[in-house]
């Protein structure tokens, strides 16, 4: 069975195609990090020399940080993704648990009317959405993030938790019940920390499209105060294209964040879709 | 009633998807068979929203340019993007690879940044004003060739869909990678102490039993692409230069929302267009499910 791709010459091929597109998947981003902390001059002499001594500079950012509210997007995103992503995992855990363990009139049809949002893009209902929240007077909070994401998030969070929860074996809640342990106390101290890997699984994958969202900030909350990472970058460029020191820290800053989570929780996001996948 | 507890347990879920999902879908939906006259009242007005936007000709020629481009886009995911994660994912499942974790990690990393930001860092890289691509094609000796890409309506469009493929391919690498490691040992196996050769192996045992998790990447790029607003929006504007040429449906849905220039928007006629991208949708996902995954699931073990 190894013989067939051990070959040294067919991997040495394999690596070079792999290592190829690898560098080609990091080119940009290496460029943008190692540009940021270079001196206008240097960005535009040798864009692709790393930051040296005499090159080093660290302006844009200073600039970006004073000039713009960069600390407080990071603050907004950060809440809205946190606030959003504890309702979809509480939420969605519940909802997957009642689902898949009691039978009840219209369990199926529940099931499938959660699982038609992981279909449909609820962007398609932006404009009552927006509507609904000037209504009830939300409009330019992170509450309002919050909500819609939530609402957003949860119909792929009740289908990966329900799997999971399907897998847990019987005899323990059976055996909780004989104790006459009362349902809640079953969901909350013994299937929950039984589905721990998979909350953590959809956590990364809630987290990814909250986070980087344009669409709802611009639209819900574009306000000053209520402005996200991804839209005040866009804003703050929008502003600043020609001053390359700054929008390549603008850039930066925004990406810092993401590689830093990629860095701790990569292996827990690849072994879910993974896993997630084979089933 | 001593099953109360269920109900405890959907409520907030329920809840919350509905009225912040599911009821704004209907609600739009409804709301695209209503006009708005000058002074803000809306009545029901039937069909005559879509009509405009078919018939009238400044509305269907921006609606079927929109229509197009999405498609394009689609098409250049899905004959560009899917294959190459196809064949990243058949690389990364070779048995006794070394480096395969390095490489996945990194290959899926642009997946996760924002497309407004990607959007942006390419902008930079293909612009003529800092030359990156230009003096890193002129080190090939193709410097010749270099065209402000971004900038032209013949070429901006493809190049917004080659920047989007280049940040997502991440995802059909994964799902077909998983739908690889998942194929039983023993066929392979088998087939290789028959004789046959890798090439064949791939073709004849492990493409088809693939092939679910291909029609499911199909269907989610599609979702995806048709919904598709951030890097135009980030790139070029709610306008969609240049002359319109990168315009999708998400794009035309805004303008005709929020309105943009000497047009105000609309709710109702972004209704309109919202509903209409639901139907597209909802033609490739039904497609998906009559057709394809149907005919599918019979390779399925």
Redesign the interface.
């Given at each position: 069975?190894?013989k067939?791709?051990?070959k040294p010459l067919s991997?040495f091929g394999?690596?070079c195609?792999?290592?190829g597109?690898?560098l080609?998947?990091?080119f940009?981003?290496v460029?943008?990090l190692m540009n940021a902390f270079k001196t206008k001059a240097a960005?535009?002499d040798n864009?692709?020399a790393f930051p040296t001594a005499e090159t080093f500079f660290l302006g844009g950012f200073e600039k970006v940080i004073a000039k713009s509210h960069f600390m407080l997007y990071f603050g907004n995103s950060l809440t809205v993704t946190l606030a959003s992503l504890a309702?979809i995992l509480?939420?969605?855990a519940?909802?997957a648990?009642?689902?898949s363990e009691?039978k009840?009139r219209g369990n199926r049809i529940?099931a499938i009317?959660?699982m038609?949002?992981i279909?449909?893009?609820?962007?398609?209902?932006?404009?009552?959405?927006?509507?609904?929240i000037v209504q009830l007077n939300l409009i330019n909070t992170l509450t309002a993030l919050v909500?819609?994401y939530?609402?957003?998030g949860?119909?792929l969070a009740?289908m990966i938790l329900s799997e999971f929860i399907a897998q847990i074996p019987k005899e323990l809640k059976e055996a909780a019940r004989c104790d006459g342990v009362?349902?809640?106390k079953i969901?909350f101290q013994v299937i929950l920390p039984l589905i721990r890997p998979a909350v953590a699984t959809v956590a990364v994958f809630t987290m990814?499209p909250v986070?980087?969202?344009?669409?709802f900030p611009l639209?819900l909350a574009p306000g000053e105060e209520t402005q996200t990472?991804?839209l005040g970058?866009?804003q703050f460029?929008g502003q600043y294209v020609t001053d390359?020191n700054s929008?390549?820290a603008a850039?930066s800053l925004?990406?810092i964040p993401?590689?830093i989570?990629?860095s701790i929780f990569?292996r827990q996001?690849?072994r879910g879709?993974?896993?997630?996948?084979?089933k | 009633m001593k099953?109360w507890?269920?109900v405890?347990?959907?409520a907030?879920?329920?809840l919350?998807?509905s009225?912040?999902?599911?009821?704004?879908?209907l609600?739009?939906l409804r709301?695209g068979f209503y006009a708005t006259n000058d002074a803000g009242a809306s009545h029901f007005s039937g069909l005559s929203n879509y009509l405009t936007i078919l018939t009238d000709p400044a509305w269907s020629s921006a609606f079927w340019n929109a229509m197009c481009n999405n498609f394009k886009f689609f098409l250049i995911h899905l004959l560009i993007q899917n294959p190459?994660g196809l064949?990243?994912a058949t690389?990364?499942s070779?048995?006794?690879?070394?480096?395969a974790?390095?490489?996945?990690?990194?290959?899926?990393?642009?997946t996760?940044?924002?497309?407004?930001?990607?959007g942006?860092?390419?902008q930079?890289?293909l612009s003529p004003l800092?030359?990156?691509s230009e003096?890193?094609m002129n080190f090939v000796g193709l410097g010749a060739y270099f065209q402000p890409w971004l900038g032209e309506e013949g070429s901006a469009l493809i190049t917004l869909a080659l920047i989007s493929v280049?940040q997502f391919v991440?995802i059909p690498m994964?799902?077909i990678?998983?739908?690889l490691?998942?194929v039983p040992e023993d066929i392979?196996?088998a087939a290789?102490v028959e004789g046959a050769?890798?090439w064949r192996i791939f073709w004849e045992i492990k493409l088809p039993l693939i092939l679910p998790?291909l029609g499911l990447v199909t269907i989610l790029t599609y979702?995806g692409n048709f919904?598709a607003?951030?890097l135009i929006?980030?790139v070029k504007g709610a306008i969609a230069g240049p002359n319109y040429s990168t315009d999708i449906l998400?794009t035309l849905?805004y303008r005709t929302?929020?309105g943009y220039q000497s047009q105000i928007g609309s709710?109702t006629m972004?209704?309109a267009v919202?509903?209409l991208?639901?139907l597209v949708?909802?033609c490739g996902?039904g497609a998906y499910f009559y057709f394809v995954q149907r005919k599918l699931t019979r390779y399925e073990l």
């Open positions: 069975m190894k067939n791709i051990c991997a394999v690596h195609m792999l290592g597109y690898t080609l998947a990091l940009p981003i460029l943008i960005i535009f864009p692709l309702l509480l939420f969605g519940m909802a648990w009642a689902l009691y009840f529940l009317y959660m038609i949002g279909m449909v893009p609820i962007r398609l209902g932006t404009v009552s959405i927006l509507e609904l909500l819609v939530t609402a957003q949860l119909p009740v009362s349902e809640f969901f990814i986070w980087n969202d344009l669409w639209i990472v991804t970058v866009q460029i390359w929008v390549l850039l925004a990406v993401v590689l989570l990629y990569s996001l690849i879709l993974t896993s997630g996948a084979v | 099953r507890h269920i405890l347990f959907l907030p879920a329920v919350i998807y009225v912040f999902s599911a009821l704004p879908l609600d739009t709301l190459i064949i990243l690389f990364l070779l048995k006794g690879l070394k480096f974790r390095q490489y996945r990690t990194f290959i899926f990393l642009p996760l940044l924002s497309v407004v930001i990607i942006f860092i390419w930079l890289i800092w030359g990156v003096s890193m280049w991440g994964m799902l990678y998983a739908a490691l998942a392979v196996e290789y050769s890798s998790t979702v919904n607003f951030d929006y980030s998400g849905f929302f929020f709710p972004g209704a919202a509903t991208m639901f949708i909802l996902v």
